[in-house]
């Protein structure tokens, strides 16, 4: 009898073990609800600007799926890769506060073979706005595989704008038709791949593009276009035939409410406008045109007007001309500095003008050849992917077996010499604030990421960049955001604090330039080594090259 008791007092005490368990994972997953994705990753033919071709599907959709979340969401995406060669997704604007362990670059990732799966988790942890995803390796991003992140604020959050009447998603960018493993091989060869084909919106070019229409609009309602330049050379210009845009977001940042009549988009931002259905029942030509190349293209959508049967008016709207007008565009965008953002308090409360800086690192863009092939570079060295990702070889401590800190300097070398290819980590102190100055010297433009961060662009124009130009810098309402061009012969500036723990991609969005080098990583260690600066590596982390088979180090001390 005495057993029989103890037995069921066992099982009661496991029900309610069970039951806390369970109510724990609800409460938790109250507080940042989860979004599940299963993808299956393949090839397929598309019809696009005319030419049949083989693009990569996400479970058989081009674009992609669109990730619709809050922010703090939990995003599981499950990744089948089904494809003949080893694939990775990065997040393109998310920041994954102490976790780049999920950027999946060749620099913090192993890739996931053909024929197996991988599981993404991730946070846009306190973050809002428009984003997008891509494949990371080679050249696969040219031939599809793209999608829209939009991430909106959290109920309790005020927004400074009313609910549009819908939340639509126009991906633009320039289209190639070559396959994407010809265009490797092209650049491999020392060889280049020439002009796009056309410009895509939503994956639709040429005749496609306008039939069947695009967006059905109710008149009298206002709607949200969420807009990204997702190609991979073309700085775009983007405008409604007959209606002005109201900007309101750009790359994760509540902006001051301009009107624009059209809007310079360049590769890799984004951007959120409002957009008013207040002209006469009719169709409607949405344009996006390249700049600043020989021989523009362009492409056209139509927003529909419900019940019209009035085609689009024969005045297609022109693109701008020349990059003085671009620039003075870009001087117009401000932050808004009493809107609230991901977190309750308004996004001016950071001053971000009142921090002294500790140290400015000045990266020019650098083209050279190497055994007669054409590379690019930042200051004189130009940047391969190690067999061990950097992130791996940093955590596992073998980081000398694969890469060495700090072969390229601050500045530009005084001589131009020969360039070195070399994987190009530098080291950047934790919690430390910072000014990076892009300089691009070639005669096209430039767009430059970084990973992990937003930054304050303070600043840009002609010519090289000196102190004295910090006398130009906007040190109030600067834009915070991921990605800013940089004008032919001209240079950019930004700010930021470099306090997120992890290993963060610098790279050119022209993705030519980064396969071909132009690119390095930034490693940012955090000397408690502790959880609440960075998350040990995931369980189900691959591995690969030299830490096949390591023990695994010390987890990071409690938070």
Known sequence: MATTMTMRGTAAGAV?????????????????????????????????????????LINGEFPGPRINCSSNNNIVVNVFNELDQPLLFTWNGIQHRKNSWQDGLPGTNCPVAPGTNYTYHWQPKDQ?????????????????????????????????????????????????????????????????????????????GGKEAADPPM??????????????????????????????MKLVEMDGSHT???????LDVHVGQCMAVLVDADQKPADYLMVASTRFMAGPSSVSAVIRYAGSNTPPAANVPEPPAGWAWSINQWRSFRWNLTASAARPNPQGSYHYGQINITRTIKLMVTRGHIDGKLRYGFNGVSHVD??????????????????????????????????????????????????????????????????????????????????????????????????????????????????????????????????????????????????????????????????????????????
């Open 386 to 559: 190690a067999d061990t990702p950097l992130k791996l070889a940093e955590y596992f401590n073998v980081s000398d077996q694969v890469f060495k800190y700090n072969q390229m300097g601050d500045e530009p070398p005084a001589v131009n010499g020969p360039m070195h290819v070399v994987p190009n980590v530098i080291s950047a102190e934790f919690r430390t604030f910072i000014e990076v100055v892009f300089e691009n010297p070639e005669k096209s433009m430039e767009s430059v990421h970084i990973d992990g961060y937003a930054f304050f662009a303070v600043g840009m124009g002609p010519g090289k960049w000196t102190p004295a130009e910090r006398k130009t810098y906007n040190l109030l309402d600067a834009v915070s955001r991921h990605t800013i061009q940089v004008y032919p012969r001209s240079w950019s500036a930004v700010m930021l604090t470099f306090d997120n723990a992890g290993m963060w991609n610098v790279r050119t969005n022209l993705w030519e330039r980064h396969y071909l080098g132009e690119q390095l990583y930034m490693s940012v260690v955090s000397p408690a080594r502790s959880l609440r600066d960075e998350y040990n590596m995931p369980e189900n982390a691959l591995r690969c090259g030299k830490v096949v088979g390591l023990p695994m180090p010390p987890s990071y001390l409690p938070a």
């Open 128 to 204: 809002i706005g428009t984003f997008f995803y891509f494949p990371s390796i080679g050249m696969q991003r040219v031939v599809g595989g793209f999608g829209l992140i939009s991430v909106v604020s959290r109920l309790l959050i005020p927004v400074p704008y009313d609910p549009p009447a819908d939340d639509l998603q126009v991906l633009i960018g320039d289209w190639f038709t070559k396959d994407h493993a010809v265009m490797a091989s092209l650049l491999d060869a020392g060889r280049n791949f020439g002009r796009p084909a056309g410009v895509l919106i939503n994956g639709r």
């Open 256 to 262: 001051i409410q301009g009107m624009y009549e059209s």
């Open 215 to 244: 967006f059905t609009w109710e008149a009298a309602k206002t709607y949200q276009l969420r807009i990204c330049n997702v190609g991979i050379k073309s700085s775009l210009n983007f405008r409604i035939q007959g209606h002005d």
């Open 16 to 56: 309610l073990l069970l039951a806390l368990l369970l109510l724990s994972t609800t409460v938790a997953r109250a507080e940042d609800p989860y979004v599940f994705m299963e993808w299956h990753v393949t090839y397929g033919t598309k019809n696009i600007v005319g030419t049949p071709q083989k693009v990569i």
